[in-house]
């Protein structure tokens, strides 16, 4: 089984909200996106599991000194892991050692958005 954060992947533990971030994004395309993560913290309560996937050039906004590193660290105080797609990581030129503090990493966005909604994940795309 493969490992988030040293979080396993897959296994059916317990549900949650995935949501999928893909393409080129804009610092304040992104920024609302992880608003929109923080509101469903709220509305959902501190037990649902809430992921936010970047897959796609938009992986260069979570490179450490990236202008939205205080969105970033907001989400993730609320309990929203934030991960970056390795695959994408490499196609931007960047490397796991490269993201912001905080930021995970899955080997495949695809693969684990597969995987999430096996478990019994809901999914968004906004």
Do not use: K
């Not at 992947?9 to 804009?26: K, N, Y």
């Amino acid at each position: 089984m493969a490992a988030v954060d040293g979080a396993p992947v897959g296994g059916g533990a317990g549900r949650g909200l995935l949501i999928h971030a893909v393409g080129p994004l804009e610092e304040d395309a992104l920024s609302d996106i992880l608003r929109s993560a923080t509101n469903a913290r709220a509305a959902l309560g501190p037990e649902a599991g809430i992921e936010m996937v970047i897959q796609g050039p938009g992986v260069r906004l979570l490179a450490a000194g990236s202008p939205a590193i205080s969105a970033l660290e907001d989400a993730r105080q609320l309990g929203v892991r934030v991960l970056a797609c390795g695959n994408s990581l490499r196609s931007a030129g960047l490397e796991e050692a490269d993201v912001a503090a905080g930021v995970g990493t899955v080997p495949a966005a695809i693969a684990h958005l597969a995987q999430r909604q096996w478990d019994g994940w809901a999914y968004a795309r906004p």
